[in-house]
């Protein structure tokens, strides 16, 4: 007979945790029993579940009992708070949030590109940021057949990185802007600075706090994630990463220019198109004699990567452009986050 699993849901009322719902609802994952938690203020909301009214709880580290596997996307702060206590009840849980994934005893996974990393787990395993997902679907097949030796990646993020509150203000700021009236603006380009700046109309080059470097967090993230991902070390020096990080005004779909170099300078761009489109996850649309390429619209409510845009550059052997689009909510958090749990199960892991 088939095990099947009691699921929680942390965050569940969020932009990601209703997805997350809609995802796991259509996964492989047999599910016994659904809890969806979230805070105080959301307790009692009824949401739904295959056809059925789940009322939501109150996140505590007590309602985990009985819990075998937990999908979290509540912020970095519930989850480390939080988490700790589910393992210790003696759940699974995979984390979308920032809170684990430089832990070096928490894998940092994405099932297409080091689904191996997963046998390592010790409890909690680690969603990767959203734009780093989409370009290392696009980049891991590349690196396992011509090596990378560098990536400079500058992304087009939707505000929906920046949860619910970040769409509403777009919106709000879209009515304003059309109606010659001042523009609000309360929470881009982070809740957590000084200052705030309208993104309608407008791109804004900082995503999360400044580090004393000059990156932004974002961009700190992009380029220690890869090289945990690839190399297995945040810190590691075989390939060179440098990132941009600008949020656009768009509700869904992350966008980035990918320049990268690989090892054998052998390669074509047409050996690399033929690569991408034969690897899991990518669906290559690049037909510019069509005017053919990934738009974030089509992308959105979609669980692929998709990449197009791709050519040589003509000045330096070796080195290639892309672009490359994804829905930042499905492939770059919940479904990521519910394919980790598929494998799990299949890895018997779970």
């Known amino acids: 007979m088939m095990t099947s699993y009691n699921v929680a849901i942390l965050g569940a009322t969020g932009a990601v945790g209703t997805r997350m719902i809609e995802q796991l609802e259509t996964s492989s994952i047999p599910v016994k029993t659904v809890k969806f938690l979230a805070s105080k203020r959301s307790v009692g909301k009824v949401l739904r579940f295959k056809g059925q009214d789940v009322k939501v709880e109150e996140a505590t580290p007590e309602v985990f009992r009985g819990v075998d596997l937990v999908l979290s996307s ?44 997963l046998a390592q787990h010790q409890g909690i395993i680690a969603n ?35 949860g619910q509150s970040a769409i509403n203000e777009l919106l709000q700021q879209t009515q304003q802007y059309l109606k010659q009236e001042p523009l609000t603006a309360n929470i881009l380009p982070t809740k957590n600075d000084i200052k705030h700046y309208p993104q309608a109309f407008n791109l804004l080059p900082q995503i999360d706090v400044f580090e004393d470097s000059g990156y932004t967090h974002e961009e700190w993230k992009m380029i220690h994630e890869t090289k945990k991902i690839l190399l297995a070390d945040p810190d590691a020096t075989q390939i060179k990463v440098t990132a941009t990080c600008v949020r656009v005004p768009v509700v869904i779909g992350h966008g980035e220019s990918v320049y990268f170099t690989v090892t054998d300078q052998t390669a074509t761009t047409t050996q690399i198109r033929d690569l991408l489109a034969k690897s899991p996850g990518i669906v290559v649309q690049d037909d510019t004699r069509q005017q053919f390429y990934p738009q974030p619209l089509n992308a959105e409510g979609k669980r692929e990567t998709f990449v197009g845009r791709l050519r040589p550059d003509l000045e330096n052997t070796g080195a290639f452009n892309c672009w490359v689009v994804s829905d930042n909510l499905l492939k770059g958090a919940a479904w990521n986050t519910v394919q980790i749990a598929e494998c799990l199960i299949e890895d018997h892991l779970l």
């Open 128 to 162: 990767p940021n959203c734009s780093t997902i989409q370009m290392l679907v696009a980049l891991a097949p590349i690196y396992r057949q011509y090596g990378l030796k560098q990536i400079v990646v500058s992304t087009y993020q939707a505000v929906s990185g920046a």
């Open 74 to 117: 509540a912020g970095g702060s519930v989850s480390k708070k939080l988490l700790p206590a589910a393992v210790k009840a003696g759940a699974v849980c995979v984390d979308n949030t920032s809170a684990f994934r430089m832990d070096p005893n928490v894998p940092l996974v994405i099932p297409e590109v080091n689904r191996a990393a």
